[in-house]
């Protein structure tokens, strides 16, 4: 039972990312940050809002029974 289980070291990209798979890596964290960067511009540009309406977060009068 005890050698059906794999181990790290057996594990070929257990220690280092190396070829293809590194590439991926940084693919999807360059391009992760990429959207983010985007996404932060949008709501900078955009975001802010002239007509909005105020809403007030506190419950001055609770309603009784």
């Known amino acids: 039972m005890v050698d059906n289980e794999p181990t790290l070291s057996s594990i070929e990209d257990y ?4 070829g293809p ?13 990429l959207i983010g960067l985007i ?4 709501k900078s540009y955009f975001g ?8 007030e977060d506190s419950i001055t009068k ?3 029974k």
């Open 39 to 42: 996404f932060w511009g949008v």
């Open 48 to 55: 802010n809002v002239n007509d909005s309406i105020h809403v």
């Open 21 to 33: 798979k590194k590439k991926i890596v940084w693919t999807v964290i360059i391009s992760g940050l």
């Open 62 to 64: 609770v309603p009784g």
């Open 15 to 18: 220690d280092t990312l190396k």
